[in-house]
């Protein structure tokens, strides 16, 4: 008897099998949605007149999370990242700095300064900003700087 059921269910598998593609497929745009929704993308405002140096060892950051930048202009002039926030001297650099150090923490991050300074500026306006950041708590500097190329 089980050999009769045997023949008659080989018998009838001269089709080929498929496979439904549609639960893979739906499963793949699942999971782009996920990502895409999870990820975050960090975007850096950059002023125009402000061109930074060129550095034959530069590296590039791993991490744009928690970045505060400020841009020094050739003049020595500084700008906010949306360039519409000019400070005038130390005190509101600081106060710029312990604001969104504020709010860059509340985010779970670590804040750090992203200096964008021109490279026909002179050092003294960077120091300004690296003392009005360090009396404000930060203390991790990047330079903004064009790579090498060989």
């Given at each position: 008897?089980?050999?009769?059921?045997?023949?008659?269910?080989?018998?009838?598998?001269?089709?080929?099998?498929?496979?439904?593609?549609?639960?893979?497929?739906?499963?793949?745009?699942?999971?782009?949605?996920?990502?895409?929704?999870?990820?975050?993308?960090?975007?850096?405002?950059?002023?125009?007149?402000?061109?930074?140096?060129?550095?034959?060892?530069?590296?590039?950051?791993?991490?744009?999370?928690?970045?505060?930048?400020?841009?020094?202009?050739?003049?020595?002039?500084?700008?906010?990242?949306?360039?519409?926030?000019?400070?005038?001297?130390?005190?509101?650099?600081?106060?710029?700095?312990?604001?969104?150090?504020?709010?860059?923490?509340?985010?779970?991050?670590?804040?750090?300064?992203?200096?964008?300074?021109?490279?026909?500026?002179?050092?003294?306006?960077?120091?300004?900003?690296?003392?009005?950041?360090?009396?404000?708590?930060?203390?991790?500097?990047?330079?903004s700087v064009y790579g090498f190329e060989n």
């Open positions: 008897m089980a050999s009769k059921k045997l023949h008659r269910a080989a018998a009838g598998s001269d089709d080929e099998l498929q496979v439904d593609m549609s639960p893979m497929i739906d499963m793949v745009f699942l999971l782009l949605i996920f990502f895409i929704v999870a990820s975050t993308v960090i975007v850096v405002k950059q002023d125009p007149e402000v061109e930074p140096p060129v550095a034959k060892y530069s590296k590039k950051a791993k991490d744009g999370k928690g970045r505060i930048v400020i841009n020094v202009r050739q003049d020595g002039t500084f700008l906010a990242e949306t360039a519409t926030l000019t400070f005038d001297d130390a005190e509101d650099i600081k106060k710029y700095v312990k604001d969104r150090k504020a709010i860059e923490e509340a985010k779970g991050l670590v804040p750090v300064i992203h200096l964008r300074g021109d490279q026909g500026v002179a050092f003294r306006h960077v120091r300004k900003v690296i003392r009005a950041a360090a009396v404000a708590g930060v203390d991790n500097v990047i330079f």
